[in-house]
């Protein structure tokens, strides 16, 4: 009689983004094992905070979880093997605590614990919770380990680092069928492993520069089976999707050609963005996300980042020409980095037109380089996970608050509140820069921005705060006369974003001809209002070959 072998993991929210791809390589792995055939039933149970009778309180999650998975071993292989049952955790910085709690609880029932994932990779020796610990990826060292376990061949370490796995071998949770990505409405989809870079807060700043792709075969597997089951949308696991741009032009063809109507989520390098590459981006519904961090030169040498400014704004503005969404990540708190830089990296990344700006505190994670220096840069910061930065020698302690409210006022502003079209419009005729214009915003809506769900909220509630917070502002600078033309703009970009979002049609009554606020014309605030004669006009948004346009209603 079989036993059962269940990977596990404790997702933040049920979404493609947090699907639990690393569980399901190790169940993968350990299934087609062949020294296992026949002695075990694999199993993939992955739990959710946002499941509807999770308990919110950890002890009680710990419980649920344990007495959850002692059931699905139950279910997987039932009689007295259920009770030879393996569990292995996949650990990242936020679960690990609720996990090993969870794995305290069943090994006092006699079952064994294995874990492995970015946190235990980190350091493996730390977390004692378990009765196995793996460092690195899990395909080569877990299923061998589950093996000698269950036939008692030979006493293993109970810290284990394993070898990275030949990716031309090893199997698609995705084929194997251990994993529906219909059930998360959307996929994480792996096409290498490893960077060429080693930035230093990253967990690949110790690892080999090297990248190992998946070879083609599995690639073209698997997008067979996104077309199949309809995948609505994938993202991409590759950090640095165009370092190849050869092997980047093929896939993203044959991505068209299998998948035409799949959003696809990439991450890239501005600076290897060439117009051919480009080109290639727009065939496909796809959003590229890019890592600026900081623009302050100290430091990105201090983060062993390189960064080309002339070759990054090039890559940038040729993804504008020829109309790629793409967004920019930026971090606060990093070393070298005073508040004053990090507003300077703010007004750049906006400066470039990303369609989201997403702005992250550093978290001084174990096992990276920048752990190791953490001292002598001076960074003092959380000693549990999300090990977040308090402050360092250049940034205070009320400056990181700072620097937090100026992130939460961009992503309430200007990514949920879609500015990406006229916010750079709006600095220039109010003469403030993109990073005063949040702290304003912040002060103004402090509960909006702090509401972690505000995001998630209608766009037009998002829309009315911005119009009802922009004719405040332009009446308290004595600069009521543009207000009619951003009222214009914000109203008709808004009704557009909504309708290529929904694919529903609006009625939008405009103070201006909306040909003339459709055009560049709009774009310079000050010479449109004084120039353009206001004149109601009344549009229909609707969808036309997939865009959205308009049309004048009576
Ligand atoms: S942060 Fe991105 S680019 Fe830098 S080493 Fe990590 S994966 Fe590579």
């Given amino acids: 009689m079989a036993a059962a072998v269940i990977c596990t993991t404790l997702l933040i929210e049920k979404s493609p983004q947090a699907l639990p791809l690393g569980a399901a390589c190790i169940a993968s792995a350990v299934k087609n094992y062949p020294e296992l055939k026949g002695l075990i039933e694999v199993s993939l149970k992955a739990f959710c905070l946002e499941d509807k009778d999770f308990p919110k309180d950890k002890n009680a999650a710990s419980l649920y979880i344990a007495n959850k998975l002692i059931e699905e071993a139950g279910?997987?292989?039932?009689?007295?093997?259920?009770?030879?049952?393996?569990?292995?955790?996949?650990?990242?910085?936020?679960?690990?605590?609720?996990?090993?709690?969870?794995?305290?609880?069943?090994?006092?029932?006699?079952?064994?614990?294995?874990?492995?994932?970015?946190?235990?990779?980190?350091?493996?020796?730390?977390?004692?919770?378990?009765?196995?610990?793996?460092?690195?990826?899990?395909?080569?060292?877990?299923?061998?380990l589950i093996s000698n376990i269950l036939n008692r061949y030979e006493k293993s370490d109970k810290v284990i680092i394993s070898p990275s796995p030949d990716l031309s071998v090893i199997h698609s949770p995705y084929l194997d069928g251990i994993i529906d990505p219909s059930e998360y409405e959307g996929a994480l989809w792996e096409l290498a492993r490893g960077c060429p870079y080693k930035c230093a807060y990253c967990y690949e700043s110790k690892g080999q520069k090297t990248v190992r792709m998946f070879p083609m075969e599995r690639i073209k597997a698997e997008l067979e089976l996104f077309a199949k089951k309809k995948v609505p949308q994938v993202f991409v696991l590759d950090p640095t999707y165009n370092v190849n741009k050869k092997r980047a032009v093929e896939l993203l063809r044959l991505i068209a050609s299998k998948t035409p109507d799949t959003f696809y989520y990439f991450e890239a390098r501005a600076e290897l963005i060439d117009r051919e590459l480009a080109r290639e981006f727009t065939r496909i519904p796809c959003a590229l996300q890019i890592g600026l961090q900081s623009t302050n030169e100290e430091t990105l040498k201090l983060v062993n980042r390189p960064f080309d400014k002339k070759k990054f704004t090039h890559g940038l503005s040729i993804l504008n020409e020829e109309g790629v969404t793409f967004g920019l990540d930026l971090i606060y708190g990093l070393p070298g980095e005073n508040f004053s830089s990090f507003r300077n990296g703010i007004d750049f990344a906006i400066s470039q037109y990303p369609n989201n700006l997403e702005i992250f505190c550093l978290s001084v994670l174990p096992g990276t380089d920048l752990f190791d220096r953490a001292d002598s840069l001076g960074l003092v910061y959380e000693k549990e996970p999300p090990y977040h930065v308090h402050h360092t020698k250049q940034i205070s302690k009320e400056e990181m608050e700072k620097a937090r409210k100026l992130a939460a006022a961009c992503s309430y502003f200007y990514n949920a509140g879609r500015a990406v079209t006229w916010f750079n419009s709006l600095c220039n005729i109010l003469k403030t820069k993109p990073s005063r214009f949040f702290e304003i915003f912040y002060e103004k809506n402090i509960a909006l921005c702090e509401n972690k769900n505000c995001c998630n909220e209608n766009h037009l509630e998002i829309e009315k705060v911005q119009l009802s917070f922009l004719k405040q502002l332009f009446y308290e600078r004595g600069m009521n006369k543009y207000y009619s033309t951003v009222e214009d703009i914000v109203k008709f970009y808004g009704a557009i974003s909504r309708t290529v979002d929904t694919g529903k049609s609006e009625i939008v009554i405009l103070n201006h001809n909306a040909e003339y606020v459709a055009s560049n014309y709009a774009s310079d605030i000050r010479w449109f209002t004084e120039n353009v004669k206001c004149q109601k006009s009344k549009i229909q948004t609707f969808m036309n070959h997939g865009e959205a346009d308009f049309r004048f209603v009576k």
Avoid: M, Q
């Fill in 75 to 144: 279910n997987v292989c039932s009689g007295a093997n259920a009770s030879k049952s393996i569990f292995c955790f996949s650990c990242f910085v936020w679960n690990v605590g609720i996990l090993e709690a969870a794995a305290k609880i069943l090994r006092e029932k006699g079952f064994v614990c294995i874990a492995g994932g970015p946190e235990i990779t980190a350091h493996p020796s730390f977390y004692k919770g378990f009765d196995y610990t793996v460092s690195g990826e899990g395909e080569v060292s877990v299923p061998l």
